[in-house]
Each structure stands twice: as C-alpha cells, then as structure tokens.
C-alpha cells in the first residue's frame, strides 16, 4: 500500500522556481522568432536612410548599362551631325564656286550649318564665348593657326576644308574622350560663318 507523503515547502518552492524557468524560456524563444532577421536599429542614425538611398546591386548595374547606352548613342549621333555639317560645307563651297554668289538657298545651309556645328562644340564642351561676336573683323580671324579669308571664295574654300578637319577630329574621339582640337576647329568653323554673313 502506497502512502501518501505530505508536501513540503521545499518541494513547493522547487516546483515553483521550475515553472518560471520553464516560462521565461519559452518567452524568451517566442521573442527571438518573433523579430524579422536583420532588422536594423533604429537607434543608429543614417542606417535607415542609407538603406533608402542605396539602390540594390542588380539596379545600380542596370543603370550603369543604361547610361553607357546612352552615352554611345549621344556620340553616334554627334559623328552624324558631323557628316552633316561636311555634306552642308562641300554644297555651300561647290554653289558659291559655280555661281559665284551667295544665295537665300546657301543662306538657308549656312544657317544650318551653324546650329548643327554649334550643337557639336557644346557636346564637346566647348564655350560659347569662344567663337567672340563678330564684331570686329580684324580680330575676328586671329589665331595664327586659324584661315585668313580675304575674299567669300575663299572663305567658302576655308569654311569646307575646316569642317573636314573637324569631322577628321570627330572620328578619333571615344564617348569617353573630348578633343581640343576639334573645339577649336568647331570654334574656325563657326567663325568662318559669321565672317560669310558679314561680307555677303
């Protein structure tokens, strides 16, 4: 026959201490599944804003690519409008040497010619200043490297052959490279222009 034995306080207290461990563990191991992983702390400032303002890798290498697209296209399109200003130059040289004149329609294609050479000096960086205002033809011309014309036959000869060495220059530059040379000779180019508008 099985006697029952009284419960001490001993026991009591034991039992006691063993649910509370029991209870803390289990809270304790519902608090840490609980969190979400990696979570940063709110307590360091910039973290949050860090994390807003860095794209993810993937996306960063998206824009990279996108922007390098980009770039080549800007510089396929500048040797273009170089092509172009080449094909106005030669036209306007061969009209003025037949006719021995200059026309509304060589009017027309000079003006062309020089928003098409301009839009290439700004894509090169060069300065709009850098062409001066036309003002004073005796300074006009006055780089010792730079064509003299003293009559439109020879400024037309000057302007095409300016624009070749410009779209020459053109062609060895890389979407990552810019050319002095072919600033300068944009900024002859532009020049020549203005001096044909003003002796015409």
């Known amino acids: 026959m099985i006697q029952n034995r009284p419960i001490n306080s001993f026991m009591i207290s034991h039992l006691i201490k063993l649910v509370v461990?029991?209870?803390?563990?289990?809270?304790?191991?519902?608090?840490?599944?609980?969190?979400?992983?990696?979570?940063?702390?709110?307590?360091?400032?910039?973290l949050n804003r860090r994390n807003r303002e860095d794209p993810p890798t993937g996306l960063k290498e998206m824009m990279a690519k996108q922007r390098a697209e980009r770039d080549k296209k800007d510089h396929e399109e500048m040797l273009e409008r170089g092509d172009e200003a080449l094909r106005l130059a030669k036209q306007l040289?061969?009209?003025?040497?037949?006719?021995?004149?200059?026309?509304?329609?060589?009017?027309?294609?000079?003006?062309?010619?020089?928003?098409?050479?301009?839009?290439?000096?700004?894509?090169?960086?060069?300065?709009?200043?850098?062409?001066g205002d036309g003002s004073d033809d005796a300074n006009y011309l006055k780089a010792a490297d730079e064509p003299k014309p003293s009559?439109?036959?020879?400024?037309?000869?000057?302007?095409?052959?300016?624009?070749?060495?410009?779209?020459?220059?053109?062609?060895k530059t890389t979407r990552f490279s810019i050319s002095a040379i072919a600033i300068q000779s944009s900024n002859t180019v532009l020049k020549l222009i203005r001096f044909v508008r003003l002796k015409k």
Do not use: C, W
């Open 93 to 131: 040289e061969a009209s003025f040497s037949q006719n021995k004149t200059f026309t509304q329609q060589d009017r027309i294609k000079l003006e062309s010619l020089e928003k098409v050479v301009t839009k290439i000096r700004r894509e090169l960086g060069g300065d709009d200043d850098d062409a």
């Open 21 to 46: 461990f029991a209870v803390l563990l289990i809270g304790a191991s519902i608090a840490v599944h609980a969190q979400p992983p990696d979570l940063p702390d709110a307590s360091t400032p910039g």
């Open 151 to 171: 009559n439109m036959e020879e400024a037309f000869r000057y302007l095409q052959s300016t624009t070749i060495k410009l779209v020459d220059e053109l062609k």
